[in-house]
C-alpha cells in the first residue's frame, strides 16, 4: 500500500558498530588500568584502539545527515529531552578524551591528571556504549526499537566485538612486527618487553570473555523475542526480523555465524584440546565471525525497525 | 484582560470525505512541496469484521501535538512549537538527522532529498494563509467541506461547534493531545 522508506540507512548500522568497537575497547583498557592489571600489552592495544573506530562512524554519521552542512549546530544547540542531543555532546568529548588518554599510555605517562583521565575514559566508554542503543530505544511508538533490552544487548555486544577488535588488532600487529618490521630496522629498537603482541593467555582472557558474553547475548535475544510476543503490537515487531523482514540475515548471519559459531570454536580453544596450528586459525577465525555478527546485528535492526512504520500507520 | 492568545486546530470530519486527494494536491502546489512527496495524503481504512465490513478514507496529515515526539526527539531544537500552538522546523537549526520523521508515532513527516534541501516535509497548517485571515490550501479545495481550520481558544468560532459534533483524538493512548482532531466515521 505505501513503499518503505527508510530513514536510516547502513551508514547508521556501521556508526552504532563502530560506537561500540570504541566503547568496548575503551572500557577494557580503562578497567585494566584502573585494577593495574599485570599485562600491560590489552591495556596498551585497546587504548591505542579506542579512538579510531568511532571517529569512522562520525564520518558516517556527517555523511547520513541530510543537512551535512548544518552539523555542526548539534555541537552548539541542545534539547535535554532528545537522547541525540546528549549523544552528540558525549561523542564530541569522547574521542578528545580517548586520543589523550592514547597520548598518555604512549608515553608512559603517570601523573595525576592520567588518573582522572582514566575514569572519564571509563565514564565516556560506558556513555556512548548506553547511547548507541538508547537512541533506538527511546523511540517509544517503533515496536522493534522501543525495548529496553536493545540498549543491553548493544551495550554487551559492543564489550565483545571490543574484545575482539583488541584481539585481531593485536593479532595484526604481531603478524606485521615479525614478517615485515624486524626485517626493515634494527632488532635493538624492538626490544621484546615492549611489543605489542599478545601471547597466549591474553588471547585466552579476551576469548573466554567472548564466551560468556555469546552466552548472555543469546539470553537476552531470546527474552527480547518473549518480549515482543508478550506486547500487543508483537505480530509487527516479531515480522520484522523473526519470523519475517530480515529474518535470513538474523537467523544466519547474526545467531549461526555471529553468534553459535564462535561461541563453539570458543570453547574448542579453551578447553585446550586442539592442536597449535587449528588453535591459532581459531584465534583469527572466532574475532573475526563475532565482529560480523555485531555488524549484522545492529544492521537487522537498524533496518527491521524501519519496516513497521508502513504498517504503523494503519495501526490504531 | 487582553485577547487570548490564538490556538489554531484543525477537524477532519471523515464521515465527510470522500477521498479525492484534492487537499494532498492543493497542498503540494500551494507550498512547492518537493516532487514525490506530500505533507498530506489519503489513506483508505477497513474495518469490522466480514460480513460487516466498510471502508473509509481519511486525510492525514500532522496533527500539530500539544506534546509532540518529534519536538522531544529533535537534537538541535529546530522542530518547535510556535505561538499558535503548531508545530514548525526552522531551517537554519535543522541538521537534517531524520530522528523527527522517525519519533513521530503518526507517521506525518518524511524527509526531502538532500537536492531538495534536506528538510522533513511537514504540513504547516498553512499558517502563513491563517495570518492573512485565509483558510488552508486543503480546507478551500475540499470539495466536501470535511476540513475546517479555526482557533480553538475562541468559544463562538465554527470550529469549536464541530468540536461539540464528536471530534476526537488520533491515537489518545500516545498522550501527545494533538490540536487536530477527527470526527470518527459511523457507518
Known amino acids: ?34 585494577i593495574n592489571h599485570t599485562d600491560e600489552r590489552i591495556k596498551r592495544v585497546s587504548a591505542y584502539l579506542a579512538p579510531f573506530p568511532v571517529m569512522l562512524g562520525l564520518a558516517c554519521l556527517v555523511a547520513d545527515l541530510h543537512r551535512p552542512l548544518n552539523f555542526f549546530k548539534v555541537l552548539i544547540h541542545y534539547n535535554p529531552t ?35 583521565t582514566v575514569w572519564l575514559e571509563l565514564v565516556l566508554g560506558l556513555a556512548i556504549g548506553i547511547y548507541a542503543g538508547l537512541l533506538l530505544a527511546a523511540i517509544y511508538n517503533n ?5 529496553p533490552l536493545i540498549v543491553f544487548l548493544f551495550f554487551i555486544s559492543a564489550f ?44 585466552r582472557l579476551l576469548i573466554s570473555i567472548d564466551a560468556v558474553i555469546i552466552i548472555i547475548e543469546l539470553m537476552v535475544i531470546s527474552t527480547i523475542i518473549i518480549s515482543y510476543a508478550l506486547r500487543p503490537t508483537g505480530e509487527i515487531a516479531l515480522g520484522a526480523f523473526i519470523t519475517g523482514g530480515y529474518y535470513l540475515t538474523f537467523w544466519f548471519g547474526v545467531m549461526l555465524l555471529g553468534l553459535i ?19 591459532s586459525i581459531i584465534s583469527w577465525v572466532e574475532p573475526v565471525l563475532i565482529l560480523f555478527g555485531g555488524f549484522l546485528l545492529r544492521y537487522v535492526i537498524v533496518y527491521g525497525g524501519q519496516l513497521v512504520y508502513p504498517i504503523l500507520t494503519f495501526y490504531k | 484582560m487582553g485577547e487570548k492568545k490564538k490556538r489554531w486546530g484543525k477537524i477532519v470530519d471523515l464521515n465527510k470525505c470522500v477521498g479525492c486527494h484534492a487537499c494532498s494536491i492543493a497542498c503540494v502546489a500551494e507550498n512547492k512541496v518537493a516532487n514525490g512527496k506530500h505533507r498530506t495524503k489519503i489513506i483508505e481504512n477497513e474495518e469490522g469484521i466480514f460480513p460487516n465490513v466498510y471502508r473509509y478514507t481519511e486525510k492525514w496529515s500532522c496533527n500539530h501535538c500539544q506534546n509532540a515526539p ?60 491563517l495570518e492573512k485571515g485565509l483558510k488552508p490550501a486543503c480546507e478551500t479545495t475540499c470539495i466536501a467541506g470535511a476540513i475546517i481550520t479555526g482557533d480553538l481558544n475562541d468559544p463562538n468560532s465554527e470550529i469549536n461547534q464541530w468540536v461539540a459534533k464528536g471530534a476526537v483524538e488520533r491515537r489518545p493512548d500516545l498522550a501527545t493531545h494533538p490540536n487536530v482532531f477527527i470526527i470518527p466515521f459511523r457507518r
Open chain 1, 1 to 34: 500500500m505505501m513503499e518503505h522508506v527508510f530513514t536510516w540507512n547502513y551508514l547508521i548500522a556501521i556508526y552504532l558498530f563502530t560506537a561500540g568497537l570504541s566503547s568496548g575497547a575503551a572500557i577494557i583498557a580503562s578497567i585494566t588500568d584502573i
Open chain 1, 261 to 279: 559459531a564462535p561461541l563453539i570454536l570458543a570453547l574448542m580453544e579453551l578447553q585446550n584440546k586442539v592442536d597449535d596450528s587449528i588453535s
Open chain 1, 82 to 116: 532528545s537522547v541525540m542531543s546528549w549523544g552528540a555532546f558525549f561523542l564530541l568529548v569522547f574521542p578528545i578524551i580517548a586520543v589523550v588518554y592514547t597520548a598518555m599510555v604512549y608515553f608512559n605517562y603517570d601523573g595525576a591528571l592520567r588518573k582522572i
Open chain 1, 143 to 147: 515496536p522493534v526499537w522501543s525495548n
Open chain 2, 70 to 129: 518529534c519536538v522531544d526527539a529533535c537534537p538541535t531544537k529546530a522542530s518547535h512549537y510556535t505561538e499558535w500552538g503548531t508545530v514548525e522546523v526552522k531551517p537554519e537549526l535543522c541538521i537534517g538527522c531524520g530522528y523527527c520523521v522517525l519519533a513521530c508515532p503518526y507517521r506525518v513527516r518524511m524527509m526531502n532529498e538532500r537536492h531538495d534541501g534536506g528538510l522533513p516535509e511537514k504540513c504547516t497548517l498553512c499558517l502563513h494563509r
Open chain 1, 160 to 203: 565483545s566485538t571490543g574484545a575482539c577488535m583488541i584481539i585481531l588488532g593485536g593479532k595484526l600487529w604481531d603478524t606485521f612486527e615479525e614478517n615485515i618490521l624486524r626485517k626493515i630496522i634494527p632488532q635493538e629498537w624492538l626490544p621484546a618487553e615492549k611489543s605489542l603482541a599478545f601471547d597466549h593467555e591474553n588471547i
